[in-house]
């Protein structure tokens, strides 16, 4: 699953239909950055999506790691993080930010 970062900071939503996950670019859902929880060999249709829905940045979770789809998502102008937690790593910055 991936998970849309929004730009108004709202609650992600995830869509489903009763027989699949819709993917977000077909969703109509606007982040600009899509933060995957998927196996590594389930990354690259997700980050296909997310290069066609236009995000800016491909974040794939602890653990996750795909160079092939995220050179190709750095081929199109994204940037990319892999085997990264975005709450651990928000956490740290927060705390740094505050001393």
């Not at 899509?34 to 995000?55: L, N, Q, T, Y």
């Not at 937690?85 to 930010?97: A, D, G, K, Q, V």
């Amino acid at each position: 699953m991936a998970t849309p970062i929004l730009r108004s900071h709202s609650a992600p939503r995830q869509r489903f239909r009763s027989d699949r996950l819709v993917y977000l670019d077909e969703s109509g859902s606007e982040g600009n950055g899509w933060d995957i929880f998927r196996r590594a060999e389930f990354v690259p249709p997700v980050a296909d999506g997310a290069i066609r829905a236009g995000a800016k940045v491909v974040w794939m979770q602890l653990g996750i790691v795909h160079e092939e789809a995220a050179e190709k998502a750095r081929r199109a102008g994204m940037t990319v993080v892999m085997d990264a937690c975005m709450l651990i790593e928000h956490r740290l910055r927060r705390s740094s930010l505050s001393k």
